[in-house]
């Protein structure tokens, strides 16, 4: 090998770090931003949690004693209403609830982007070696 063959390799093998190396910086900027947006997310979900759980203290404060009073007025009597009320409430606390627990399972937290495109990444830097 000649000294010119030596330093087109040198220069190639430099060159392919410093790809790489950028090309990890851009993924971990992409991890970095795409956990943030996940976070908000589920900030977001916890806000919906703690909103249920408001709403259903109020509704079971302010509305249950309206409601018994009217169904008792209707004829049912008022230990039927309450159980009548009581449970139509906790039916739309438990969908509340449901669908916050949902949005904060781990999965829809992870970086699935990231993870994509590390995986698409690695794929094309093999393909390029496997060509060499």
């Known amino acids: ?8 390799v040198t220069d190639m093998l430099g060159e392919a770090l410093n ?5 990890v910086r851009k993924e971990v900027d ?6 943030s947006e996940n976070l908000n997310k589920a900030a977001v979900a916890l806000g ?7 709403i259903a203290l109020t509704a079971l ?23 009548i009320v009581g449970a139509v409430l906790a039916i739309i606390a438990f969908v509340m609830v449901g669908k916050g627990v949902n949005d904060l399972k781990l999965s829809s937290l992870a970086p699935s982007r990231t993870t994509k495109n590390v995986k ?8 390029a070696y496997d060509d060499k």
């Open 1 to 8: 090998m000649s000294d010119a063959n030596n330093k087109s």
């Open 19 to 23: 790809h790489v190396s950028a090309l």
């Open 30 to 35: 992409l991890a970095r931003a795409e956990m």
């Open 48 to 54: 919906l949690i703690v909103g249920a759980v408001i």
């Open 61 to 83: 404060n302010v509305l249950s004693a309206a409601l018994v009073a009217a169904l008792t007025e209707a004829g049912i009597d008022a230990g039927w209403s309450a159980l």
């Open 120 to 127: 698409r990444d690695a794929h094309a830097i093999k393909d």
